[in-house]
C-alpha cells in the first residue's frame, strides 16, 4: 500500500528557515512534488524532484532520497505570504500524484 | 492568459439533487483531472482523463461521472449528492501523461448540499 507523513503544522517568525519533510512508502514511484495551497486557494506546482539530491527554486529548494524514501522542502527567508500549506506528492504507478496531508506553515511577524 | 476555469465558484444543491460542475481550459493540455478536497485535507483524485481515455479511482463512488466532450472541457456530474459530498471540487490539467507532476489546477468549485 501508499504511505506519506508530513508534519501537521510549522510556525516559524519572518526570516526564518523552515525544513518539511516528507517520507513516503509507495510502489512505482518516480519522483517527489511539492505543491503551496493557501487557504481558499488552489494548489500551486512548486518543484520536482526526479533524481536524489537538491533543487533550488529562488528562496525554495527540494530535497529528495530515494534510498531513505525521503523528501524535504526548504523555505528561507520566511515572509507573511508564505503562510500557506504545503503538500507532498509522489508521483507513482500510472502517472498519479497521491498528496500528503499537508504542512501547515505559520509565519508570525 | 493561459489557464484552467471553474464554473461556477460556490454551488449549493440540495440532498440527492443531481449536479453539474464544470471546468475548461486554454493550455491545451493533454490530460485533465478531478479531485475533492474535503476542509483540512489534502486533494485527492476523483478520476482524470489522459486525452479520451478515462481512468477512474478505484475507491472513487459511483455518484460521481464524468465528460469530456473536447480537449478543452471537463464536466464533474454528482448523480445523488449526499452531505458527505459537501467539499471543494478542484479541476486541474498537466501537458502531458509523463509532465503529471507539474499539475494546474483551477480555483475550484466549493459544493454545499443541503
Known amino acids: 500500500g501508499q504511505s506519506l507523513e508530513q508534519p501537521s503544522e510549522v510556525t516559524a517568525v519572518e526570516g526564518a528557515i523552515v525544513q518539511i519533510n516528507c517520507t513516503y512508502q509507495t510502489s512505482g514511484f518516480y519522483g517527489l512534488s511539492w505543491y503551496q495551497q493557501h487557504d481558499g486557494g488552489a494548489p500551486t506546482f512548486l518543484s520536482y524532484?526526479?533524481?536524489?539530491g537538491l533543487e533550488e527554486t529562488g528562496r525554495f529548494s527540494s530535497f529528495l532520497s530515494r534510498s531513505d524514501s525521503y523528501g524535504y522542502l526548504l523555505l528561507q527567508e520566511l515572509q507573511m505570504k508564505d503562510s500557506a500549506s504545503y503538500f507532498c506528492?509522489?508521483?507513482?504507478?500510472?502517472?498519479?500524484?497521491?498528496f500528503g496531508g499537508g504542512t501547515r506553515v505559520l509565519v508570525k511577524p | 492568459d493561459a489557464m484552467v476555469i471553474q464554473n461556477p465558484r460556490y454551488q449549493v444543491t440540495q440532498f440527492g439533487k443531481p449536479v453539474t460542475l464544470s471546468c475548461s481550459q486554454t493550455?491545451?493540455?493533454?490530460?485533465m483531472y478531478w479531485y475533492q478536497q474535503k476542509s483540512s485535507q489534502a486533494p485527492k483524485l476523483l478520476f482524470h482523463y489522459y486525452d479520451k481515455d478515462f481512468n477512474n479511482e478505484a475507491d472513487t463512488p459511483d455518484n460521481f461521472q464524468s465528460r469530456r466532450p473536447n480537449t478543452s472541457f471537463c464536466f464533474l456530474d454528482i448523480r445523488s449528492p449526499g452531505l458527505g459530498d459537501a467539499a471543494m471540487y478542484l479541476c486541474?490539467?498537466?501537458?502531458?501523461?509523463?509532465?503529471?507532476?507539474?499539475?494546474?489546477f483551477g480555483p475550484g468549485t466549493r459544493l454545499t448540499v443541503t
Open positions: 524532484n526526479a533524481l536524489d
Open positions: 506528492a509522489p508521483l507513482a504507478a500510472g502517472n498519479k500524484l497521491t
Open positions: 493550455l491545451n493540455h493533454n490530460v
Open positions: 486541474a490539467t498537466s501537458r502531458s501523461r509523463t509532465d503529471s507532476y507539474e499539475q494546474y
